[in-house]
């Protein structure tokens, strides 16, 4: 059987002229198509004649935003964000837009949004509502609980002031779940923030459990196999070298050691050990990625409805996979976005079907630099980088981002040479951790984040610059193909027509993920039916995604679109925008009438 392709081009000066190609696989090609656009461009579509097989949607119109992205913060955006004001509706009851997405293009048009998403690990520095405010207004789109750290309790205060966040002030902050996982790790320290172990004192690590407040410099360890397992002379490294020890003395379950770094000792860091510059591994290989704490947990944040649970010490896919399935049986959707950290030499060996069967990725520096010579890690992060944009899985830089700011109000030149790097990368995220769970600036630490993503990103568009890392095909049914190829040939049709935005209409997000995986130049208006499709759409980059009911008949969604966004003052006649849509598998370019 053979499948066509149509080209439907017309304008105002020109007849319409419609193209063919027959063939058994789908190429649309655009590099050749020069056409003055601002002047004389009415529209043009291109459609595939194979048709979708989504179910279509009836229901009332409805259009939200769902993307808590944060471009240049204008005056207008810290106005929302700060007075208590949730922002303008020209109709309340058929349009919600998130407050810092409006305003940053309101203020300052298409091309100053910021397309790397930023996440916020939340802490006592900022588990406040108007702490977790000032972050929301910052530009934070996803709120990262971990699971190692506080009670349920605690937590489940955070996911409803988030919530509240939202539904009170018009931002749409997604929630991340992050496990513990049944690494090795020191206990809480007895109830302290933390301790300084300097150069040169012993102290006590044991499997032994005791009440508050702990003995002097004794430290408890989750693991009861510790004191079997390390030798006199191994050293024992907590959080992946920020303070080293050596092992001088085992006495039952208690194991005396030498401080040779000094550092900061925070609650719950993981531990590894060395023996003749060789990481002991072969204990931490024998226990489960997800433990029992881990069930519950993974069963509690179910129950709460967060939109991602990130997975730490991922081992192999069969893990990912079995705990997609667990949640398909209990979530009440069946849709919360798995995670896979990347933290460990068993992941590296993994990596490929690992991230193929999760549904995004983490790069933990820090725990992976644990178990890695440490000038190994850049090529890694690059690499799990590269990877996941071919298998189109978002993906999270993640540790020690801008570490200096849990101390100090700037960060230091290295710090943003660092993140500079991720963000040439195209990373779909960059995540903060001690800096806004428990720095002392929080709220300046992603002002970093954000005015370096914007200013790299901006250079990068200058400049004009094209990406050489190759896109290969991921499709797996003739179907998949044309959606794929479409959105190829969008992206590209985007940057040569240099067009304002992009227009996606996605069911299941898949199309959604596609462009975003092609790092075009323009912002991808993302509108979908579902609200757990919107949620997932959150973490990607590039895309700003809405809630829209809408139905097959897209010059029907195109015109109440365009009338619901001009309403909000996000668009204005004239606008170049290329529209694409799963459903009839089309492209469409037009200006805003």
Known sequence: ???????????????????????????????????????????????????SDL?????????VSENGSGGVLSSVTKEYGRNNAVAPSADSSSIEVDTVTEAELKE??????????????????????EQLEALAVEGMNVARINMCHGTRDWHRMVIERVRRLNEEKGFAVAIMMDTEGSEIHMGDLGGASSAKAEDGEIWNFTVRAFDPPLPERTITVNYDG?????????????????????????IGPDVKCLCTDPGLLLPRANLTFWRDGKLVRERNAMLPTISSKDWLDIDFG???????????????????????????????????????KIESIDSLRNLEEIIQASDG???????????????QVPSEQQKIVQLCR????????????????????????AEVADVSEAVRQRGDALMLSGESAMGQFPEKALTVLRTVSLRIERRWREQKRREVIELPSIASSFSDSISEEICNSAAKMANNLEVDALFVYT?????????????????????????????????????????????????????????????RGMIKSGDLIIAVSDMLQSIQVMNVP
């Open 1 to 51: 059987m053979s499948h066509a392709i149509n080209f439907f081009v017309s304008s105002s000066s020109h007849s319409p002229a419609t193209f063919k190609i027959s063939r058994p696989s789908v190429f649309v090609s655009t590099g050749s198509l020069r056409v003055p656009v601002k002047k004389s461009l009415r529209s043009l579509v291109v459609k595939a004649s194979a048709a």
């Open 55 to 63: 179910d279509e949607s009836q229901s009332s119109p409805v259009l």
């Open 108 to 129: 300052n048009g298409f091309r100053s949004t910021r397309r790397t998403k930023l996440i916020c690990t939340i802490g006592p520095a900022s588990c406040g509502f």
């Open 226 to 250: 510790f004191a079997e397992d390390v030798k006199v002379g191994d050293d024992l490294l907590v959080d992946g070298g920020m303070v080293r020890f050596e092992v001088i003395e085992k």
């Open 302 to 340: 179910i129950a709460e409805g967060v939109d991602f649970i990130a997975v730490s010490f991922v081992k192999s896919a069969e893990v990912i996979k079995h705990l997609k399935s667990y949640i398909k049986a209990r979530a009440r959707d069946g849709d919360i976005a798995v995670i896979a």
């Open 361 to 375: 990725a983490m790069v933990a520096r820090g725990d992976l630099g644990a178990q890695i010579p440490l000038e």
């Open 390 to 413: 071919q298998l189109n899985r978002p993906v999270i830089v993640a540790s020690q981002l801008l570490e200096s700011m849990i101390e100090y109000p700037i960060p230091t030149r």
């Open 507 to 567: 069911k299941n997000g898949h199309m959604a993920s596609l462009l975003s995986r092609c790092r075009p130049d323009c912002p991808i208006f993302a509108f979908t039916t579902a609200t757990s499709v919107r949620r997932r759409l959150n973490l990607q980059w590039g895309l700003m995604p809405f809630r829209l009911n809408y139905s097959d008949d897209m010059e029907s969604n195109l015109n109440k679109t365009f009338s619901l966004l001009k309403a």
